[in-house]
């Protein structure tokens, strides 16, 4: 059972721009970890930590395909270095505005730099859905949705739906 669980849209801590972490300690491995089991719980290929209310700059995946080898990426103060020029347009739908999804097009590569759980310096090249879920991950962290790269209008419809779900599962 995991003690972590994902906010859901209505939620101010879903806009806050996150902290960045001093170190990956003992503590942001736990985290870490306990994102990764809330993660795979959910049957989401990613997750930050925002989403769980902690307001640190900590992110985790896996992208990997049932049938494939499980991959998951721990990243402090994930910073992406680089974007290709080159575009692609992917579904997106994210565990704190669940059910709902959108097309968002983003840079189809990216290099990025991250403190991985052993609190050492990284950098990795990722296209992708990788490359697209780190760049998700990544705009949580500064408090974007993917919702913000949609039509005002298709904005409204999901966010609209959304606070009316959570006002009746507040009301019962
Ligand atoms: O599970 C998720 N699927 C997904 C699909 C396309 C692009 C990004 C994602 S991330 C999302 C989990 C989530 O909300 N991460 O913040
Ligand atoms: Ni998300």
Same mark, same amino acid.
């Given at each position: 059972?995991?003690?972590?669980?994902?906010?859901?849209?209505?939620?101010?801590?879903?806009?806050?721009?996150?902290?960045?972490?001093?170190?990956?300690?003992?503590?942001?491995?736990?985290?870490?970890?306990?994102?990764?089991?809330?993660?795979?719980?959910?049957?989401?290929?990613?997750?930050?930590?925002?989403?769980?209310?902690?307001?640190?700059?900590?992110?985790?995946? +896996? =992208?990997? *395909? @049932?049938?494939?080898?499980?991959?998951? /990426?721990?990243?402090?103060?994930? $910073? #992406?270095?680089?974007?290709?020029?080159?575009?692609?347009?992917?579904?997106?739908?994210?565990?704190?505005?669940?059910?709902?999804?959108? +097309? =968002?097009? *983003? @840079?189809?590569?990216?290099?990025?730099? /991250?403190?991985?759980?052993?609190? $050492? #310096?990284?950098?990795?090249?990722?296209?992708?859905?990788?490359?697209?879920?780190?760049?998700?991950?990544?705009?949580?962290?500064?408090?974007?949705?993917?919702?913000?790269?949609?039509?005002?209008?298709?904005?409204?419809?999901?966010?609209?739906?959304?606070?009316?779900?959570?006002?009746?599962?507040?009301?019962?």
């Amino acid at each position: 059972m995991s003690r972590l669980s994902v906010l859901v849209v209505p939620d101010s801590r879903l806009k806050r721009h996150a902290e960045p972490v001093a170190r990956v300690d003992d503590g942001v491995r736990r985290l870490m970890d306990g994102m990764l089991e809330a993660m795979h719980e959910a049957k989401g290929i990613g997750l930050a930590a925002p989403q769980v209310g902690v307001l640190k700059r900590v992110i985790v995946a +896996d =992208v990997s *395909r @049932p049938d494939e080898e499980p991959r998951d /990426y721990r990243m402090a103060n994930p $910073e #992406i270095l680089w974007r290709s020029e080159d575009e692609v347009s992917g579904e997106e739908g994210c565990l704190s505005l669940p059910e709902q999804y959108g +097309d =968002v097009t *983003r @840079p189809a590569r990216i290099k990025v730099r /991250y403190l991985d759980h052993q609190n $050492e #310096i990284r950098e990795m090249e990722a296209d992708g859905l990788l490359a697209r879920c780190i760049q998700h991950e990544a705009d949580h962290l500064e408090g974007v949705l993917f919702v913000d790269y949609l039509s005002l209008l298709k904005r409204n419809i999901i966010l609209r739906k959304l606070a009316k779900a959570k006002k009746q599962t507040a009301a019962v």
